[in-house]
């Protein structure tokens, strides 16, 4: 009798264990869904009490990886440095149609941070750690940098139903933005 009683709280306890584990799979797999789904006014009222903590877990998931948000403009950016005696330096980062196959294969992965996140918004932390990193390969110590700015050139690509554009024959990049400007402080270049 006494191993029955046992054996039947054990398995309480299994079960209520059994319960909490497929609850909180559940409520995983529910916030999940919801975080994945497309941007409305629902996603955003059950996403906003969670979001703080699902961030802070790593716990954000995105198909990028599948479906990238295709960019409709081609675009380049320059990294324009000004020292003291009022000289610039223009430097332009990698381009993949102006490189060697060698040079492309070397670059790709510097291609990818400073064109593909560097000019963008969701990135703007970057931009000082950028300014310092160029300040710090152009240094001259008579001649210090002052100054840095990121400027992004850019044109929209033909819409390919209208009308199909070899990538050679694709327009240059005539519109321009300032991303970000950064004037060096004390201590930023040493």
């Not at 380049?76 to 294969?105: N, V």
């Not at 291609?111 to 703007?124: T, V």
Request: one cysteine or more; hydrophobic letters at 40%.
């Amino acid at each position: 009798m006494q191993e029955m009683e046992i054996n039947h709280k054990l398995a309480n306890k299994t079960s209520r264990k059994e319960l909490l584990i497929s609850l909180f799979i559940c409520t995983y797999l529910f916030y999940l869904i919801a975080w994945l789904s497309p941007e409305n006014e629902t996603r955003k009222r059950i996403i906003e009490p969670i979001n703080t903590a699902w961030l802070f877990f790593g716990l954000d998931q995105n198909w990028r990886l599948f479906s990238p948000e295709i960019k409709d403009i081609n675009f380049h950016t320059l990294a324009i440095l000004t020292f003291e005696d009022g000289s610039k330096k223009i430097w332009e980062l990698p381009r993949m149609k102006r490189l060697d196959f060698w040079q492309r294969f070397k670059d790709e992965k510097f291609r990818k941070w400073s064109i593909d996140s560097l000019p963008w918004p969701d990135y703007k932390e970057f931009h000082p750690d950028f300014a310092v990193y160029v300040g710090k390969k152009f240094y001259n110590p008579t001649n210090k940098p002052v100054s840095l700015s990121l400027q992004l050139f850019w044109i929209d690509i033909p819409d390919p139903e209208k009308h199909f554009t070899k990538v050679e024959n694709l327009p240059e990049h005539t519109r321009m933005n300032n991303v970000f400007f950064y004037r060096f402080k004390e201590g930023d270049l040493q």
